[in-house]
């Protein structure tokens, strides 16, 4: 039986949301802190994989996720002039198997639906110190909470709190950013795609389906537009027109999707590298981006912070001493997230930088390297989630492998 703890989460992103459940269920007495006075989604939309979906198929959300999420059966990303950079498909990795693009409006949504206890979450409370002997933390207006048996930070990318663990190898902000929004999907032909469009890498435009969010029944695209972060101000300065020529250009269909989108509507988006020796000290442990921030390029943040969970919580069940539940924690998510880390690290000056030469390498080579033995399902399985160290799998729950099959045979009978 898991012993039950007192447990303090600090943020109420997609870690926190999903520790929320998953520690209630087991009784623990959950306690959430949000900076936000009114917490909501961060963000226009995001890509499932499967090794997040399973996650949510163990918390017994896959239902509800499949119903407002978009079904994404391939990743293409081409040049300008049509030249396919990037083509893969989840059916060369498993044919039950598949992405979900989403709004992060409606997993929102349906996790803070799950979440039993809501009345334990304090929002309009930004926590600035914790003591990671005791388990007290403070709030920015001086005020001491717990102690706790258990502090989880799970305050993002831009944690405030993950120096006190004091664990960094690396932490710095990436130069380039996005800009962000959701659009109608309206007639867009790629329903089931998410599709990406390059100009060396100094520009990359994508869209994903997302599907509909609870009380809004309007399919919609994500669309993100990378851009430097010391671009900003100018493009702001430009103004849209410009912008919206630089998109024609770029991609024509995309531009005709934009054409009503005003400039408060783009979200500006910037992204982190951060890698640490240590995930926890005393009662203290990091989860989600907290712990591991890396560039978008694999789109892995929301599905590493469902996994960051669910081990956490396997951790505590497993081991009634805390230090060494937070030890067990930490060496099952770094033995998978390392590999996302490397290759994150190294593929975002091949999308994302003014490395011209490389991205002409990255044109001619990619495709060729894909088709190499081995090489293809290396690539596959990274994209999707489950790629564990260079050589091992993450193992999926066959349970939520025949429900992916049985949801894809009920869509096909339909």
């Known amino acids: ?7 303090a989460i600090i943020g109420y992103g997609t870690a ?57 059966q391939r990743l293409y990303g081409e040049t300008p002039c049509g030249r396919a950079v990037m083509d893969m498909r989840y059916a060369a990795l498993d044919a039950h198997l598949h992405g979900v693009g989403m709004q992060r409006g409606a997993l929102f949504t ?21 003591d990671s002997d005791t388990g007290r933390v403070r709030d920015a207006r001086g005020q001491w909470h717990g102690p ?27 130069p380039w950013g996005a800009l962000w929004c959701l659009l109608p999907r309206g007639d867009w032909p790629h329903v089931d795609e998410l599709r990406q469009r390059y100009l060396m890498a100094r520009r990359m435009i994508g869209l994903l389906p997302v599907g509909t969010r609870p009380g809004d029944d309007t399919p919609r695209l994500s669309f993100f537009w990378s851009l430097p972060r010391d671009r900003f101000a100018h493009w702001e300065r430009d103004g849209m027109a410009r912008w919206l020529d630089d998109v024609a250009a770029l991609w024509p269909e995309a531009h005709g999707l934009l054409q009503d989108v005003a400039p408060e509507a783009l979200a500006r988006a ?16 990091l989860a989600g981006d907290a712990a591991h921030a890396m560039s978008p390029q694999l789109g892995q943040g929301v599905n590493m912070a469902l996994l960051d969970a669910i081990a956490l919580r396997d951790a505590l069940r497993a081991h009634p001493d805390l230090t060494a539940a937070l030890q067990a924690y930490q060496q099952r998510r770094r033995a998978h997230v390392a590999i996302y880390h490397y290759w994150s690290h190294w593929l975002t000056p091949l999308f994302q930088s003014e490395r011209d030469t ?12 894909g088709r190499v033995p081995g090489g293809r399902g290396h690539m596959l399985r990274v994209l999707s989630g489950t790629q564990h160290g260079w050589m ?9 492998v025949t429900a992916m099959d049985e949801h894809g045979a009920a869509g096909r009978m339909r």
Do not use: C
């Open 110 to 130: 349906l996790l803070a639906q799950a979440w039993e206890q809501p009345g334990n979450l304090q929002a309009d409370t930004a926590i600035v110190e914790v």
């Open 148 to 174: 706790y048996d258990v502090v989880i930070a799970a305050d993002g990318a831009a944690s405030t709190l993950r120096a006190q663990v004091e664990g960094a190898r690396h932490d710095r902000e990436y």
């Open 358 to 369: 490389l991205a002409r390498a990255r044109d001619v080579l990619f495709g060729p390297m």
């Open 270 to 285: 910037s992204y982190r590298d951060t890698r640490m020796r240590q995930w926890h000290r005393g009662r203290l442990v």
């Open 16 to 72: 926190g949301q999903a520790l929320s459940i998953l520690l209630s269920r087991d009784h623990h007495v959950v306690h959430v802190f949000e900076r936000a006075k009114a917490p909501g989604p961060v963000g226009a939309g995001f890509l499932l994989q499967p090794s997040g979906l399973d996650v949510l198929w163990q918390m017994d959300l896959l239902p509800q996720v499949l119903r407002h999420g978009a079904p994404v």
């Open 1 to 7: 039986m898991t012993q039950p703890r007192t447990v």
């Open 392 to 400: 091992g799998r993450l193992p999926l729950s066959p349970g939520f």
